[in-house]
């Protein structure tokens, strides 16, 4: 199968504008991510999908850069502009703010694209502050590890652990956190961004939602590794530390 990894850059971030252009201990943000993408082993080629000639710039020293239109309204129709003018079987959408990707993650969602037509990973939800936050997703699985829902909230709701502390919740039942990589088959992905919002997507505003709202089963390949994000400036500092750790 010929996979393909897009990393969708846009330059207008809200809470940290130039964000892929932003040096992490001396190299861009976007540099860092590309490389970690180059050293998986299922994806033929690394492309930066941007609106932004400045992202651009930077990107095609490193891997193909393709500019795209400028009102895609998430990073999946940005994929997929890019899907429909390349010969694959696959794609995998990797975030570009998660300078310390694990290459063996994105490996593992290109695997889980033989048997199922979109994948997606997640991993044991540890931090109370996250089990917390509506800004980390969650997602419940069937048991044989497709997505049956993912939400802001925290689920499922343990009735009996309902009025014991947040720690002995956490206990009860393990929560899964939903990472934020994507694989698609590619007509697939083509198809999906034709589909309007739908409801749960509208009201949770996850955009996976739209895929299981119109029957497009979702594999969640579980994965020990726990995203990173560079969100606002004060993520620079933190992820610096960590890479002088290792």
Aim: contains cysteine; aromatic residues 6%; hydrophobic residues 40%.
């Amino acid at each position: 199968m010929n996979i393909i990894g897009v990393i969708p850059a846009r330059f207008a971030s809200t809470r940290f504008p130039g964000k892929p252009l932003h040096p992490i201990a001396g190299k861009p943000l976007l540099q860092r991510v590309i490389e970690r993408c180059q050293m998986a082993h299922s994806i033929s080629e690394v492309i930066v999908a941007t609106d932004d000639q400045r992202i651009f710039d930077l990107a095609k020293q490193f891997c193909r850069a393709e500019m795209t239109r400028s009102d895609h309204p998430s990073g999946s129709d940005r994929i997929a502009e890019v899907a429909t003018h390349h010969k694959c079987d696959a794609v995998i959408n990797i975030q570009g703010d998660e300078p310390l990707i694990d290459p063996a993650v994105i490996d593992g969602v290109a695997g889980a694209l033989a048997d199922c037509e979109m994948s997606t990973a997640a991993t044991t939800l540890r931090s109370v502050e996250e089990w917390q936050s509506p800004n980390v997703v969650k997602v419940v699985t069937c048991l044989d590890g497709h997505a049956l829902y993912f939400s802001r909230r925290t689920i499922p709701f343990v009735r009996d652990a309902a009025t014991l502390s947040v720690h002995e919740q956490m206990r009860a039942f393990p929560t899964l956190k939903h990472l934020g990589i994507y694989g698609y088959r590619r007509d697939t992905l083509l198809r999906l961004v034709k589909f309007p919002q739908s409801p749960l997507e509208t009201a949770e505003k996850l955009e996976q939602l739209r895929a299981l709202e119109n029957g497009i089963s979702i594999a969640v390949v579980r994965v020990n590794y726990d995203s990173v994000g560079v969100d606002v400036p004060e993520d620079v500092e933190k992820v610096e530390r960590l890479l002088s750790d290792r």
